[in-house]
């Protein structure tokens, strides 16, 4: 007697990794964004670099670092938590809160430049501007992003882009820096076609 055969499930698709960016290339990425913001404030005066953590800070610092290499000029870095303005604390888990650092001088009539690893939805970016409003007074917020990938919720742009990677909202974009990583990478998740 012949039984029907079982519905046989698809294997569940695995993800495909492609290296965006390598160590040499996020390097080279800083250094050109290091070279944009010299040119476009003027040799970087009135500038502070505050760093979304938490891939933000170590590029706020790593961008400072470069300009005092190419110039010998010491931008003041700082790292702005943002935890408490996000959007969709009640959707996830409890998030502990970070310290904010400013600099010395504080940012009020400064130009100050947020950083940070990928500049998606916009609303990160959203949260940073609510946290500086509660800090200051800046004379104007500029922004710097490792990786632009798109998809936009809000009319948020980066006036400093180390590289513009179209995705589909399913794929994902993941930095990994030496500081808190142990290595400098970037690479963009997607689901192998079936």
Known sequence: MAYPSAAR????????????????DVQ????????QILE?????????LLG???????????????ISA??????????????LYRDDLRRHATRAVGPTQLPSGGIDGMRVV??????????TVR?????LGDLGRPASVQLAVLVDRGHRQLPIRADYVGKNIPTALAESVKVTLAETDGADEVRLYGETPR
Not at 9 to 24: C, N, W
């Open 9 to 24: 499930s698809s294997p569940p698709r695995q993800p495909s990794v492609k290296v965006i960016l390598t160590s040499a």
């Open 28 to 35: 080279r990425v800083v250094d050109r964004i290091a070279h």
């Open 40 to 48: 476009k404030t003027q040799g970087a005066a009135d500038t502070v």
């Open 52 to 66: 979304i953590p938490t891939r933000g800070a170590p590029l706020a610092r790593r961008l400072a670092d470069r």
């Open 70 to 83: 190419f110039e010998n000029i010491a931008v003041p870095v700082g790292v702005l938590d943002i935890t």
């Open 114 to 123: 947020l950083v940070d690893d990928v500049l998606f939805s916009g609303r």
């Open 127 to 131: 949260a940073a501007l609510d946290a």
